[in-house]
């Protein structure tokens, strides 16, 4: 296909990523379109896939026509028969209402409740201290490689949207992996896909999710990854500590995001920008910042 630009970038039918410049958004629409799926006219994108299935059990739904992933063989990608991780309670919160913690000295604020200029020009609204998640993908004006980042997510309430759709969105780290952010509190989609997986590709270690209405919060280790050449020498690590309980250590991302398929790695600079989804879902944040971290030693992470 080809940038607004003119510049000319791999498709996902050819088992591309999205650029730097292209909407996340519109590149989940035409790889979807690629993959299949029927496009439902209406004022915000979204696709039903005319193979979706329920699980064996009929709890979950998902795909069975997807590849196989070679990291865990026995499932599809965002198979419905895959085992959801337990769901537990993460605790009350010590003081409701507040942020959970204030940024280090050392920190890049994203979003402190007011200032978003961090950000690249947005439609995103910013209502009574909290960003609210409107018209396009918004994406930082720095880059970034191994980062830690702390971020702060809500779920509409009341849910919103198809059980496959709704508080749907996620923080693309290097605008490429996926950690989902969804609301799998109120119905059940495929392991892969829920809040907190790797998404595609891993769920989290478990299900800690406040429902909707209520704060969630996401502290992340990213470790960027180390090409040699066109090879990737070593691929890109998540650890996340999800309303304080792990639910990823040091897992290794298999590539760059992908629905119903699986992307390989290719090479990248060191640093791309941070991207936080917009997919019609008014999901809303709040207190966003992120520390540039240089991880020399990857098996100390």
Known sequence: MTNDNGSRELGPEAGGTPSTGMSRRRFLRTSALAAGTAAIAGPAFKTVAADLVESDDGQVVGYTDTPMQPWAPEYHVHDPNRPWPPEIDPGELCCPGEISQGPPSDA?????????????????RVEDGVLVAHGDDIVTRESFGDCQLHIEWMAPDPPRGDRFDRGNSGVFFMNNYELQIFDSYSDKVFADGIAGAIYGQTPPLTHPMRPPGEWNVFDCVFTAPVFNGNSVEQPATLTLHWNGVLAHYNTIIHGPVAHRG??????????????????SNPVRFRNIWIRRLDIKDRAAV
């Open 262 to 279: 699986i992307n390989q790695y290719s090479p990248h600079p060191p640093e791309l920008p941070l991207m936080i989804q917009e997919h």
């Open 108 to 124: 890049i604020v994203l979003f402190d409740g007011e200032d978003t200029s961090a950000f690249e020009p947005h439609e995103w």
